[in-house]
């Protein structure tokens, strides 16, 4: 039997649309605040009780609503915004329909307090199923539209239990007021429980768009965002907004889209963002984005959601991949570099104006002898002048053989280094040492060189104890006193202008608080090649092995300038046929245009050739008559570059170095000297894999390395190393963590 179709009740049919419109109290608080921006408010107050249900009332200083209006004001379909459907396509309020003050009535009870500017006083109306009860009653009254909402669903009893959670309400409410008041930059916006005195969310009328960000989403945010805008005449499209770069990630995107300054929602356009932001962030993670579209109204159809938070618009994909690709130049300019926030870097150490985080208080140990109590949080677990057992152990294969070309060396490698002695003692009498340059044949001296390099009282090089017959600018300068590497018996006095004031630069530059944490740190081990772990105090830092070797070589060379041991290649190195290698490789930047390798490469040659004398007296870099190389400068004990790296040291050698001005000379070739020596990720990964594949049993090329940069380069920047200044800021000493603030996690855990 067919049922009978039977026409709904007026008070169902209210229900049932109230419903669709107000699902829940933050969709109310939504319609209402529109109507607020409608009337040209610049002030809006939203104060809610038990998330909603219980209260809301919001209030603005807009235009008010004139007294003969209270009648139908509650009414549906009563709106002062539209008058023909033809309006519709031109439409620039957030309200048109006239169905939000009739829906709320219908499923609440509501008060409607209100003043014009021209009225004496404000009239107060009460509704209930979109009807006035009462006449308009006069009252006293700000300008502008107060609403109460009160029971909220007080009939509709399966909506009421289905919102349960007063708290998940309240802070969808505060996301809709946080959202409208970043949009509306030029009004205050304030939101909060009755009876509390502190607002949730408060912003002020003067606020920029990034202020109101930043109050309501927090500083991680702010600083990281950068600004959007373009434009299209032919889509008839406008977008601004701000999207967060690289260095911001979370586990949920934010999206804040207004389109003809609408809240709505694009699914479409969420995730043609997210594809660009894919390959610059972490898996799973995602970016802020707040975007404001404004489309010629013709083009935009606003009427195709009961709660308005969907709309239609004209050549929908075309938009899209516009936004997509302003959006992705945007964040390809902002990512060439990343901003890690850390913390720089000791103890009372100067801090630029330009540092993100302030350091610490100093949280360093109590001096020994002192009564005051050590918590556990301050106790530093280890001491950086005891030894540990690898340091005895120094790997089967010889250190010095670290590239496929053997190396003898004119100095004795001596004991492993601190196998008898504590770490910086100095060995016996050498006396009997030969002078390094006479020393033409393979002869190693009897003495044998101390680990750090220094010599016996009687011997010491003028920088560690002067002799009375020394020149007396060597005498009063105290840096240069302290500094020695690999140990030459006899010392060149050296007063060239250009490299005192190299060794003068070196000195103001250097940051006293870096030194002592290098001089006191405890190794830790290797992260890679590049980067290593060493703790100083309570503190743990990430150190930039290729970074700090490059700087020591560099200061190595200056202040033991025409000082230098000799390294002595087993086999001479054809330097035609290095150079042929180096323009081989494509680091070397060759091309077509610069002329055959050939050539290039014989200029090389015959360009080093007349450079030859000046070389080996300053620098230790022996060149042979036939154009080999057969010697390179011995800077540290038990350590030989990595002469992988050789054929392009040898290219800059020739084309990267001033060679015009004696002091850009000197400065030059001593970094491009430095460069060669320092440790480097990728010879030395190459050199371990080579090793490896020779003899697949062994890891001594990994060990190798390992035990070079402990016990050999970290050892030498616990004396010699002058850390320059900018180490602290460009992030090449890192602080990771320290012990007091690990403390403070697990006490919350």
Not at 207 to 227: K, P
Request: proline share 5%; charged share 25%; net charge negative.
């Amino acid at each position: 039997m067919a049922g009978v179709i039977r026409r709904l009740d007026e008070a169902v049919v209210n229900r049932i649309a109230a419903g669709e419109v107000i699902q829940r109290p933050a969709n109310a608080i939504k319609e209402m605040i529109e109507n607020c921006l409608d009337a040209k408010s610049t002030s809006i107050q939203v104060v809610v009780k038990e998330g909603g249900l219980k209260l809301i009332q919001v209030q603005d200083n807009g235009c008010g609503i004139r007294k003969e209006d209270l009648d139908i004001v509650c009414e549906r379909f009563t709106t002062s915004k539209l008058q023909k459907f033809e309006d519709l396509a031109s439409i620039s309020t957030y309200g048109f329909r006239g169905e939000a003050l009739a829906s709320i009535s219908h499923v609440a009870h509501v008060t409607v307090t209100t003043k014009t500017a021209d009225a004496k006083c404000a009239y107060r109306a009460t509704y209930s199923d979109g009807k006035i009860k009462a006449p308009p009653k006069p009252c006293a009254g700000n300008q502008g539209t107060q609403i109460t909402v009160e029971d909220l669903f007080y009939n509709v009893n399966t909506r009421r239990k289905a919102l349960k959670n007063p708290n998940e309400e309240y802070a969808k409410i505060l996301e809709v007021v946080g959202r409208y008041a970043i949009h509306n930059s030029g009004i205050s916006f304030s939101a909060k429980k009755q009876g509390e005195t502190v607002s949730d969310v408060r912003t002020l009328s003067n606020a920029s768009t990034v202020d109101n960000i930043r109050s309501i989403f927090g500083n991680a945010v702010s600083r990281e965002l950068i600004e959007v805008g373009c434009e299209d005449a032919s889509l008839a499209f406008k977008m601004k907004g701000y999207i967060t770069n690289a260095n911001y990630s979370v586990k949920k995107c934010i999206f804040l889209l207004f389109i003809n300054h609408r809240l709505v929602e694009s699914a479409a356009l969420r995730k043609a963002i997210e594809t660009v932001y894919a390959a610059y962030l972490p898996k799973s993670t995602h970016p802020f984005l707040y975007l404001s579209l404004e489309i010629a109204p013709q083009n935009v159809d606003v009427n195709v959601h009961p709660t308005k938070h969907e709309v239609h618009f004209l050549h929908e994909d075309s938009i899209l991949e516009r936004v997509q690709q302003h959006v992705e130049s945007k964040l390809l300019g902002s990512n060439s570099s990343r901003m890690y926030f850390t913390q720089t870097l000791l103890p009372g150490a100067d801090c630029s104006s330009s540092e993100v985080v302030k350091a610490s208080a100093n949280s360093s140990a109590v001096t020994k002898g002192t009564s005051d109590k050590v918590y556990a949080h301050q106790m530093v677990r280890t001491d950086s002048r005891e030894q540990k057992l690898d340091a005895f152990l120094q790997p089967v294969n010889n250190p010095l053989s670290t590239g496929p070309t053997e190396v003898t060396t004119e100095v004795n490698a001596g004991p492993p280094e601190g196998a008898v002695r504590p770490q910086d003692a100095e060995m016996k009498d050498v006396s009997d040492l030969v002078e390094m340059a006479d020393a033409q044949e393979d002869t190693v001296m009897p003495g044998g060189a101390s680990e750090s390099g220094h010599l016996s009282p009687e011997t010491v090089p003028p920088r560690k104890r002067p002799r009375e017959d020394t020149d007396i600018e060597m005498e009063k300068d105290d840096t240069r006193r302290d500094m020695t590497a690999a140990c030459t018996p006899r010392r060149r006095i050296i007063n060239l202008t250009s490299v005192l004031t190299l060794q003068e630069e070196i000195s103001n530059q250097a940051h006293a608080n870096l030194q002592e944490m290098l001089h006191d740190h405890s190794f830790v081990g290797c992260v890679s090649p590049q980067w290593a772990l060493a703790q100083y105090q309570t503190k743990l830092y990430l150190l930039n092995t290729t970074k700090l070797s490059q700087e020591l070589f560099y200061q190595i060379l200056i202040y033991d300038f025409a000082n230098f041991g000799v390294l002595r290649l087993s086999e001479p190195a054809p330097l035609y046929e290095l150079s042929m290698l180096a323009l081989e490789d494509p680091e070397s930047g060759w091309t077509e245009d610069d002329g055959p390798k050939e050539g290039l490469a014989e200029y090389i040659v015959e360009f080093l050739q007349k450079k030859t004398e000046m070389l080996k007296d300053y620098f230790s870099l022996e060149i042979d008559e036939e154009g080999n190389l057969i010697g390179l400068p011995l800077l540290i004990d038990n350590y030989v570059p990595p002469l992988e790296g050789l054929p392009m040291f040898i290219l800059r050698l020739a084309t990267e170095v001033n060679w015009d001005e004696e002091k850009e000379c000197f400065e030059s070739l001593s970094k491009e000297l430095a460069m060669f020596y320092s440790i480097r990720k990728q010879y030395v990964i190459d050199e371990a894999n080579a090793t490896n594949s020779q003899n697949e049993d062994s890891d001594s090329g990994s060990t190798t390395w390992k035990w070079t940069v402990e016990h050999v380069l970290y050892k030498a920047f616990r004396t010699h190393l002058l850390p320059p200044k900018h180490f602290a800021e460009d992030g090449n000493i890192l602080q990771l963590a320290n012990l007091p603030d690990l403390y403070k996690v697990f006490e919350r855990c």
